[in-house]
């Protein structure tokens, strides 16, 4: 009866049957014990929250306190009620990215990105707001203050959403304040950058001592900037840079300096 029973087992196609029902077995099995690790997941309860900032730059107008109280008590309560608030947390402004997940001891992992604050926006009549390098505004904050340059002239009112289409001027603003902080001689001196034309497409920059240097628009910006910082180096001693009261870099392949 045993050999009997082999043989028909070790036929090929009941062979090749056989298989298939142990790896759906197997299958079914290992669903079942996710399933129920799943379940238990979902049903615990959550002991602590852990906030780690993944940014290198430290400028973080949102602090520690400041997203715990965002979050509201979440001790003890179960990890599925907290879906609404990893949405809610990616729609501040001040933040480039957000996630919130689970570690093993049933502690909520919350993972950050800060954008980073690179101007203070200062139209008339307010406040003003902080821009971040992609050109989202990011409200002011009482506790929070960064050295960074300022930017006056025609620009919008309200800080820019990160959705929103950006102005011109703050975008050549960006522009160009991002080519003077690769060069390491002119980045120190930039104290202000100023938004002028009739469609907040021109850019005057000034520096430490008050000195203007006009960009002009974004038409052959690197070549205008290039030629700057040659100037900045290799001007002659007796017409050294600082020594006049405006650089204009308008004309093309030109310097002008009175």
């Excluded at 080519?179 to 980045?187: Q, R, T, V």
Aim: contains cysteine; positive net charge.
């Amino acid at each position: 009866m045993k050999g009997n029973l082999a043989h028909w087992i070790n036929q090929p196609g009941i062979s090749k049957v056989l298989k298939v029902l142990r790896a759906v077995v197997a299958v079914a099995l290992c669903m079942t014990v996710w399933g129920f690790a799943q379940h238990n997941l979902d049903h615990a309860r959550i002991k602590e929250v852990r906030i780690f900032w993944q940014d290198q730059h430290g400028l973080h107008m949102l602090k520690d306190q400041d997203v715990h109280a965002f979050l509201g008590p979440l001790q003890g309560k179960l990890r599925t009620d907290i879906d609404q608030k990893e949405r809610s947390l990616r729609k501040l402004p001040y933040l480039s990215e957000a996630e919130l997940c689970y570690d093993t001891d049933h502690a909520l992992m919350v993972f950050l990105n800060h954008r980073e604050p690179v101007l203070r926006v200062l139209p008339e009549r307010t406040s003003g707001y902080y821009l971040a390098a992609d050109g989202v505004g990011l409200p002011l904050k009482a506790d929070f203050a960064a050295p960074v340059p300022v930017l006056l002239g025609k620009i919008p009112l309200r800080p820019p959403l990160p959705q929103q289409s950006r102005n011109k001027g703050l975008t050549l603003a960006l522009m160009v304040m991002e080519s003077m902080n690769k060069d390491s001689l002119l980045e120190p001196f930039m104290t202000q950058y100023i938004v002028t034309g009739s469609d907040s497409n021109a850019l005057i920059c000034k520096t430490l001592s008050g000195q203007e240097i006009w960009v002009g628009t974004s038409m052959d910006l690197p070549s205008k900037l290039r030629n700057l910082s040659s100037f900045y180096r290799f001007a002659p001693a007796d017409s050294a840079p600082e020594s006049f009261r405006s650089i204009n870099l308008i004309f093309k392949n030109q310097i002008v300096c009175r």
